[in-house]
């Protein structure tokens, strides 16, 4: 995924050495070789409305002959107009016809009879059912170039990194296949499983990890190998609150990680098949007892076992940074220490969107080398006849939701991401994520979105100097209904859990500060139509059983998100099924 310079794998032998002579050697090299695409990509914003509708068309001509070019005239478009004219804004039912046909073998459905799909990239729907998105040869190309673009900028702009290894979490790109043999799974992990032999030496976690489904065991097997570099430049990931359950449950497993490491074993308990125990087992047996040791004089001399204190040379973290995350992300430092983050873009199984090129922002320039992009403005989105913009026609301090044709043959897709135009380089907008489209509730017109709730909750907390890591606001149905403030009484301190007069204090402000920030929900206030927000507390570890039940139900670890906000008026009840 990320274009690096070489550096040993868990080579044993007198290969070492050598592979750490070259690395220095070859991997400058390429780094430098791989600056042209930074440098091209820059410059290409001076017309990147030109590249965008090069794109378009050239995609339009391959794919003419596919039984959805047909059906759409795709032969007959000669302009933006016409194209718009033939395809309309449209979601993944719209697609799924034609899709399942790709899954059993009927490339020609969507694609030109060349075309070769990779695998499917499984992604959550609307409903329990998840989404097939087809990798193409195309797509995967593209989507390594921006990967690279972003990866020459990080390594650019921290140069220590060069030499230090790197901790990846990706989840399986080959779970399961259709009828016709494609595998199905994550995009991130066929990135991985296809870089060259020299690129994966980079990475610590060995890729059998990534097949491992208990969220547990394979958070705790890429630890237990982690741990054996003392050298990490950086950390990566998709969820910043992945990182977090990797540090508690490195801190909670302590013993178990130093003696395995110290011993060459690997839990025998954890919920490993004996096929992946086989494939891991080369770097398993080896024994790390010098770091073992150094492990075991931290934790006598803080009483914990954390990252800042195990990877003092980490150098950048790389999670995503915008929508409803800032919680996790204000907890990176408690586990990590003061590290610079870095987004690594607005991107999902259906394509990558921005590229960001600074540390500790949400924003980035949008990757117009990888699909074709349109913008609805918020308001108008979900309208019969929505004003529809190219990028170049963004106005900054504007919000909109992005449509997508991409190499996957999704042609005016609505992905339903809100982002933020925040500027411009030269024509390529700069674009800041704030929330999916879906995480809005709206019981009496009131239209509170999730970056909202975060917003109020996250300013409360602040100003209590609490932490709260993991919530959740859904409503209630009453006279009048009113909104829920979900929270693990394990997550407050207990003096605050036993005293309902803060805990109704508490509630008031964030539904006051939601009355700041969102006019509607003030209106329904005033007007006695919505109640004020209240708080409900859990029972220890109901997040971690919900995410879990979440991920059994498909879908993988890196990718899973909290939902903050959620529209189900029952979603407490599903929650906590003794409830009255």
Known sequence: MLLTCFTERFLFDDRLIMYMLARKLVGHTILHFKRKLLHRFLLGAKQSRLHQHTLLFNQLKKHADSDFGRQHHFRTIRSLDDFRHQLPISDYDYFEPYIERVKRGET???????????MFALTSGTTATPKFIPITETFL?????????WGVAVYDQHPRMRDAHILQLTSDWDSFRTEADIPCGQI??????TQGHITKMVYCVPEAVSKIADSTAKAYAALR???????IGMAMTANPSTLTFLAKLGNQMKEGLVRDLHDGTLLSDLDI???????????????????????ENIIRQTNTLLPKDYWNTLALLAVWTGGSVSPYLRELPKYYGQVPVRDHGLSASEGRMTIPFQDDCSYGVLDYCSHFFEFVPKNEHGGVQPTILEAHELQEGQEYFILLTTASGLYRYDIQDLVRCVGFEAQAP???????GNYFSSLTGEKLSEFQVVDAVDSTMRDHQLTLGTFTVCPHWDDPPFYQLLIERSDLPEQHVNHPPF?????????????VINMEYRNKRETQRLACLRIHLMPPDTWKLFRDQQLNQGGSLEQFKHPRLVPQLDFLKKLNPHLP
């Not at 020609?108 to 990779?118: G, K, P, Q, S």
């Not at 098949?273 to 492990?295: F, G, H, K, T």
């Not at 805990?503 to 009355?515: G, H, P, S, T």
Request: overall charge positive; glycine content about 2%.
């Open 141 to 149: 190309k593209r989507y390594r170039l921006g990967w690279q673009i």
């Open 503 to 515: 805990i109704e204090r508490l509630a008031n402000k964030v539904d006051k500060r939601l009355q």
């Open 188 to 193: 991130s992990g066929l990135a991985t499983h």
């Open 430 to 436: 700069l674009l800041e994520f704030l929330n999916k």
């Open 108 to 118: 020609t459905a969507l694609f030109h009879a060349d075309t070769r799909v990779l």
């Open 225 to 231: 190998f982690a741990l054996c570099r003392e050298h």
């Open 273 to 295: 098949s004996n096929e992946i125990r086989n494939q891991l087992e080369p770097y398993v047996r080896r024994r790390e007892i010098s770091r073992a040791r150094q492990l």
